[in-house]
């Protein structure tokens, strides 16, 4: 998911278990079209992909708007929805860009009073 990425002095992370791992690389990733982040760190040791809310708000222009099933992230000048996130199983996942298109077509869509 890396568009670019740099070798960077070792960091040690420390995790939730009480052990530590080492990130020696960071860059940027394109989550969907409009959402990029940056200084994002490489830990090979990882199996999926995780993103901090507080780092994501704290060095970009992007809003978080939580609910109880999703969350909506948005340009803080605009508020133009650059990304959805669905909570599944207490973790929010950022759906794919196609998906997102999906969605967004689906809530234009009218049926009439036909059992479908």
Same mark, same amino acid.
């Given at each position: 998911?890396?568009?670019?990425?740099?070798?960077?002095?070792?960091?040690?992370?420390?995790?939730?278990?009480?052990?530590?791992?080492?990130?020696?690389?960071?860059?940027?990733?394109?989550?969907?079209?409009?959402?990029?982040?940056? =200084?994002? &760190? !490489?830990?090979?040791?990882?199996?999926? #992909?995780?993103?901090? $809310?507080?780092? %994501?708000? @704290?060095?970009?222009?992007?809003?978080?708007?939580?609910?109880?099933?999703?969350?909506?992230?948005?340009?803080?000048?605009?508020?133009?929805?650059?990304?959805?996130?669905?909570?599944? =199983?207490? &973790? !929010?996942?950022?759906?794919?860009?196609? #998906?997102?298109?999906? $969605?967004?077509? %689906?809530? @234009?869509?009218?049926?009439?009073?036909?059992?479908?």
């Amino acid at each position: 998911m890396f568009i670019n990425f740099r070798k960077i002095k070792p960091l040690k992370i420390g995790l939730p278990n009480g052990t530590h791992v080492h990130a020696n690389y960071a860059g940027t990733v394109q989550l969907t079209k409009q959402l990029i982040i940056y =200084d994002v &760190l !490489y830990v090979p040791n990882f199996t999926l #992909n995780i993103v901090s $809310v507080q780092k %994501l708000i @704290n060095h970009s222009d992007l809003q978080c708007l939580f609910s109880h099933a999703q969350c909506q992230i948005l340009d803080i000048h605009t508020s133009k929805k650059i990304g959805i996130a669905n909570l599944v =199983d207490g &973790l !929010y996942h950022i759906m794919e860009e196609r #998906n997102q298109c999906l $969605v967004n077509n %689906l809530s @234009n869509f009218k049926t009439s009073d036909i059992d479908i």
